[in-house]
C-alpha cells in the first residue's frame, strides 16, 4: 500500500515524510552507538526533541526545501530503519550534500547502497541537483565504501571542517549528474 507520503521505493524500502508518530524510534535509532561515533551532533537529547526535528523536516518537506530529510522504512515490517536527505552546499546552486543512516540491526543487507542510489537518482531528477557530495569522517570506512558502491568518486579530505568531530578530517566524495535536465 502506497501512501501520499512515500517519495520513492526501492526493492526491499519505502523512502516516506516522517510521521509525528515517528519521535520515539528516530530517537532510539539516533542513540546506536555507531551513530553517536560517526554523527555525535546528530544524537537527540530526549524524544521531545526528536519531535522537533521531525516537525523541522515535515515543513522542510512540504515547502520543498532544504535540509530535505526523509524516512526510510523497511517494507516488509513496516519499521522505520533509517533516514536520508540531502542539504544545501553552502554559496553553490544546484550542489548537495547527501546523508543516510541505517540502523544496525539492518546493517550489512545492503540497504545503505539501495538507498543511497534511489536518494542520488532522486536528488538528480526530481531536486534537480548537478553535483552530489557525501562527506565522510575519517576512519568510517563502512560509509565510504558504500559512497565508492554507488560510484561517487573520492575527491578530497578535508581538515578543519566545523562538523569534524574529531579533527581527523573528512573524506570527500562527488557525483556529477550525467543526463540532461528536463
Known amino acids: ?73 523497511l517494507k516488509e515490517t513496516g519499521e522505520l530503519i533509517g533516514d536520508t536527505g540531502v542539504s544545501e552546499v553552502e554559496g553553490r546552486a544546484n550542489e548537495v550534500e547527501i546523508g543516510y543512516q541505517i540502523s544496525d540491526k539492518y546493517c550489512g543487507r545492503g540497504y545503505a547502497t539501495e538507498l543511497l542510489n534511489a536518494m542520488t537518482e532522486f536528488s538528480f531528477e526530481q531536486m534537480k541537483a548537478e553535483v552530489i557530495y557525501g562527506r565522510v569522517v575519517h576512519g568510517n570506512g563502512a560509509s565510504a565504501r558504500v559512497l565508492e558502491k554507488c560510484e561517487y568518486l573520492f575527491i578530497n579530505e578535508e581538515l578543519g571542517a566545523e562538523d569534524d568531530p574529531y579533527g581527523n578530517g573528512m573524506l570527500v566524495y562527488k557525483k556529477v549528474r550525467t543526463s540532461c535536465p528536463d
Open 1 to 73: 500500500m502506497i501512501a501520499n507520503n512515500i517519495f520513492f521505493e526501492t526493492e526491499h524500502l519505502l523512502i516516506r515524510q516522517f510521521e509525528i508518530e515517528d519521535a520515539s524510534r528516530l530517537y532510539e535509532n539516533h542513540l546506536e552507538e555507531k551513530v553517536k561515533k560517526w554523527f555525535p551532533n546528530e544524537s537527540y537529547a530526549d524524544i521531545d526533541e526528536a519531535r522537533g526535528a521531525i516537525e523541522f523536516y515535515r515543513d522542510c518537506v512540504n515547502n520543498n526545501k532544504l535540509p530535505f530529510v526523509l524516512a526510510v522504512q
